[in-house]
Structure formats: C-alpha cells, structure tokens
C-alpha cells in the first residue's frame, strides 16, 4: 500500500514532552483514539466543511467539534483513501485539533488517532537510541534530544545546519513489523528554527528506510501537472458546492467587480460608500501587506486585520489570495511561499473568509509565467501550478473575446484578465458593461483603493457615482454584482 501524506499546517503547541519513561520501542498511549467508523468514509474526495458538532457526531467524527475533514485517495482509483479532520480553533481550553484515520494493508479503517495538540505518551527517553539502526525498531515513540537525532541520522542534516530535538513515531504501515512508517517532528525554536515535519517509509523487503522528505514547512515541493490538475479540479468542485453553482442570473450581465491592495485605504474611502450603496466586491490582499515594512501595500491610514474580517462577516466584501506579499519570486521555495504560505496566512487573517479562496493576479515576476498570459502558463509552469493546485478560480492575462469579455456557461473559465476602469472615461467604463448586454458574456472590473484622486486616474466623486450606476443598473435587472467566487459559476 502507497501511503500519500497530505500536509496537516503549522504543528506549533507545546513543547516536547520526554513524559514517564519506558522501555524502548514501546507502544504508545491510544486513550486519545476512537474505533468508530462512521459516514465520513462516504464523504467525496477533497475538503468537506463540517459546520456543527452535531454534524461532527453523526459523520462518525472523533470529536464533536466544527472543522473540515480532508479525504485523500491511497489508490489512483479511490478505492482506499486517508481521513483527516482538523477541527476549529475557538480558545486556549478548545485548541485546534487534527486527527487521522488511515485503513490498514486489508483495507480496514483504523482508530482515530490525534495529531495534535500531541498527547501525552508512553515513550522512551531517547538515549536507547544512541548508536541504532532505526529502521529496525519495533512500533513506538521517541522524545530525542539533538545529539542523538544526530547520530541516528534524523534529519535536517548537511552544512548549516543544527541538531534538533523532537518526536521520533515508527508505525507498522500495513500490519505487517516489516513495512513502517516514520514520523520526525522537531521541536519549536525560534522564527529561525521553527517546527519542522518529516516522513521516511519502509517497504517490506527493503533493507533501508528511503529517504527522508520535508512535508512542513514544505520548502521545495511543488505539484506536478497531473497533481495541480487533480488538486484544482477538486478545488473547483468545492467551491461549486459551497456557492451552488451554476447560479442563473436571469438573463443580467454577470460583473465582478475586483479591488487590489490598500486596506488602510479602503477603510477610510471605499468600504462605507459599497456599505452605502449596497454593492458586493472582491478584495484582493496580500496576506504580509500589514506587516512592518509592506506600507507600499498597505495604504494611507489605520486599519487591522479585525477590521478587514468585519467587511466579510457584514457581507461586503470577499476576499482573494493576492500573494504573501506582491514581491517577484524566482525559486520553488520563493514560489511556494509567495503563493501557498500566503493562502495560509491569509485565511488566519481572515477566518470568516470563504474558506476555497479565490486567486487575483499580481503584476509581478514569476519564471516564465508573464501574469498567466496563457494555457501553458497554469499547464507546464510552476507558478501556474501552484495557483491551479491551490485555488478554485483564478485571474491571469489571457484575453478570450475583445478586450476582457467573459463567456459565462455556469462554469469557470480561470486565467482571464480583468478590465481597468479607474483610467477610463465615464462613457467608456458604462460601455464596458452596457455592451455585453444580451451576449451572455460577463465581465470582472478592477481598480485600486490608491487610484482615487491619483494622476490620470478616477476622482472619488468620480468613484462613488460609477458605484452608484452598477448599483442601479443590478436593481433594474441589467446587470448583477457578484462576489468573485460566485462570477466564477455565474450564467445569463
């Protein structure tokens, strides 16, 4: 059996705990684990959100708690597949939780066991270690200090490096003593050595354990082409779910209309005009652009991240993943960063944002990617997979009709450039819209919050009157202003 093993995020909590020490190799405290096995197993493939305790308990759940439960496939044919369900944080006595249920080498549903926060266990101290080969060890759990992680040649290792201290898990991966699985989480240091999450497997007859892979923070592992089309396809899937898709807007022009950066100044200029007004937008943000040092993103002004989770929660807005931090990235570790760590942030940021968060193109540099000029930009580059891999629905630069019309079917056509109405004329930014009329063809309209009152740009008497006139134009049923989450499945 092919083990995949789906990152599970930051493992950060308590420190390591050598906890009562035991004999080495012996088996691990379970009083943490569940043996039900309930609905879940006919949960889809992807992300399932779980919205109620209630609904938790009679999926067959190990808690009775709010999360999202990832299904993952064991087989290329979905026969066997791995569960894991990462319940909410809500405060410091209800943490976030992760559990995981595997089935064994018959294909049978295995205990639940807890992930994290760790529980406490029967383990040894670490010293029986010194000197062994481990992958002849039975099943257990380790506390190892640096030294001996050193020895029995835990990673990381290489030049540059420290010895780490962490949790070493061996597993029997198919029942059998001579096919495992192993485990080496490291102990949180400080922002320069922060927790770090390995896996090395064994297979039956092998003499040695293969190597060792990086699964958080994942450094230099990007997606394949058949992966980030599997991963975006499940994505896309989700998203359609969660807003209904395909939604029908009655024969009305389907507009998204996108905002870009700023949040300072979409706090003291924009959001209580679309408050005003009644209109729904799309704010693309990039998750550091709050951070010392990014105030060229930020905007003029004052504003939190509680601020930007209230726009969501009062229902004017929907956020976009808009990059970690709208800076060029030229490696895998950079790209992974700029663009998956990002996602990361941002929905931590901004908890009561749609949890399948949309993708807004930056204007920035990635190799070989020119904005997402193309197919082949999402289809052969890495940036491209990565985007694909990780968001529903995605902005680029391609152009299928004129100068940024969409055709609109009820299904997403990703990659296609917006439309720039901040530079345009009064008629001209109306036109883009009123022309579309009939074509069953949408349109996505962008701007940014620091574009008001800017040279050659739109005034903000300017700005609210063209708010004004889509507001308008959706109450006499021409058109309909749609979050783009939603623009994504819209059909006339």
Sequence with gaps: MTLIWVKIGNARGPKGDPGVAGPPGAAWNKADATTAVGAYTNLPLGVTPVLSGAVATSLGLPVARLGTVTVTPHRADGTRRSYMFETNYVNANSPREVWTTVPDGSGIMQPWEKLWPRPKALIDNGAALAGSTIYTLAEGRWYVSGSIATSVGLPPSGSGQIARNGWLTIKYATGSSDAKHFEWVTDDVNNDYTTELWTAAKR??????????????????????????????????QLRALVKGPISTAGATPVAFVWDDYPATMKAKVIEEVRRIGLKITFAVCSRSLDPGFENIKGVGEVTWSDVNSWVVDGLVEIANHSADHQDAATDEELFDTIVTGLTELRAHVPAANPRMTWVQPSVVYPNFNNGDSPSAYANEKAGQLIAAYHPYYTGLQKLIGSGAIPMSGEPVPGLARVWVDSMTEADRKAAI???????????????ANAIDA??????????????WLKAEEVAGRIKVMFLSNFAFARP
């Design 204 to 237: 039956s007859g092998d003499a040695t354990i293969k190597g060792w892979r990086q699964v958080y923070p994942v450094k230099a592992s990007l997606p394949s082409a058949l992966d980030a089309g599997l991963r975006h396809q499940i994505e896309r899937d």
């Design 434 to 448: 009123t022309s579309l009329a009939g074509t069953g063809r949408g349109i996505i309209i962008s701007t940014h």
């Design 455 to 468: 040279a050659s740009r739109w005034t903000l008497a300017e700005m609210i009157s063209y708010l004004e």
